[in-house]
């Protein structure tokens, strides 16, 4: 669906979340809609729900894209989410230092957050069993693990955050969602998006180029949004519009990320066909893109 042109209940779900901010978006828009409100008795304008009926229902009646944009853009601007996008890189850079500091020195994830339990029973509980005298060093280890993943984690947060801010300010017509549940991040040109940040370029990639498939992913990023589409888990396959971003060289570098966010022609999207191995059998698909390739080296 183009939010530009019509807006469902579904739809008013996923870009506003919570009925408290659907109902903090109409109170935004009296000025421009005949709103039914009424005094509290602390003296508050507030909706009054009886003449107004479902909120989701009274957005999808009195939607209208331009006049709703602003309201919405606004509304972001006053998130936790988008202050930590502001103030992201800044502390992004903080945390590096420390995790440089601390002796860290590759950006491995030292294990699977799903799989923690049976990381721990193999690097501490099974040991300690067999000889009580591997425990204390084991804990250790485990425990500089921990503290590894949890700024890894902290890294990805910022630097999405951060991408997020400057994607918000790259366009006029880029809407973030205020619940990013169901496959979309962001509105763009009434577009919904989903956006996928890959580590990798994926292996088979790299496989098919040999050496120089560094420089065939900058060449191509779409090439590689095909690699990553083909690829991903059925459990979290869908086939909308994807707001790829690739971080080429897996560095965490925020660097020049300003220049490279600036790049990306958010109005024109590239269709990609591929195919998808699903356990029913292969099925061809073909869907809108965007891509932001980061690399350490800023835009080679």
Not at 30 to 38: A, C, G, S
Not at 47 to 63: A, Q
Request: hydrophobic content about 35%; aromatic content about 12%.
């Amino acid at each position: 669906m183009n939010i530009k042109h019509s807006i469902d209940k579904e739809t008013v779900k996923l870009m506003l979340g919570s009925v408290d901010n659907q109902v903090s978006f109409i109170l935004s828009l009296t000025e421009k809609w005949e709103v039914p409100t009424k005094t509290n008795r602390k003296g508050h304008v507030v909706l009054d729900t009886k003449k107004l009926g479902p909120t989701d229902e009274f957005i999808c009646k009195n939607w209208d894209y331009e006049v709703c944009k602003p309201v919405l853009r606004e509304m972001f601007t006053k998130t936790e989410k988008y202050n930590r996008g502001k103030n992201g890189k800044e502390l992004f850079k903080s945390f590096k230092e420390q995790y440089k500091q601390k002796g860290f020195t590759d950006y491995r994830w030292p294990f699977i957050s799903g799989q923690f339990d049976n990381y721990a029973v193999k690097s501490i509980v099974y040991p300690a069993v067999g000889d009580i005298s591997t425990f204390d060093n084991n804990l250790i280890r485990v425990q500089q693990d921990v503290e590894k993943f949890s700024y890894l984690k902290i890294f990805n947060t910022l630097r999405n955050d951060y991408l997020e801010y400057l994607i918000f300010h790259s366009d006029e017509d880029v809407i973030p969602t205020f619940s990013h549940r169901g496959d979309l991040d962001f509105f763009i040109h009434g577009m919904g998006y989903d956006q996928k940040v890959s580590r990798s370029v994926t292996n088979q990639f790299m496989e098919k180029h040999g050496d120089d498939w560094r420089n065939k992913a900058i060449e191509n990023p779409l090439e590689v949004a095909k690699f990553l589409m083909e690829l991903g888990d059925e459990s979290r396959f869908s086939n909308v519009p994807r707001l790829f971003v690739i971080d080429v060289d897996g560095s965490y570098e925020l660097n020049g990320i300003e220049e490279m966010v600036s790049t990306v022609n958010f109005q024109e999207p590239q269709s990609v066909s591929y195919q998808y191995q699903h356990k029913s059998g292969v099925q061809n698909y073909s869907c809108p893109v965007l891509c932001l390739l980061l690399t350490s080296k800023g835009q080679d």
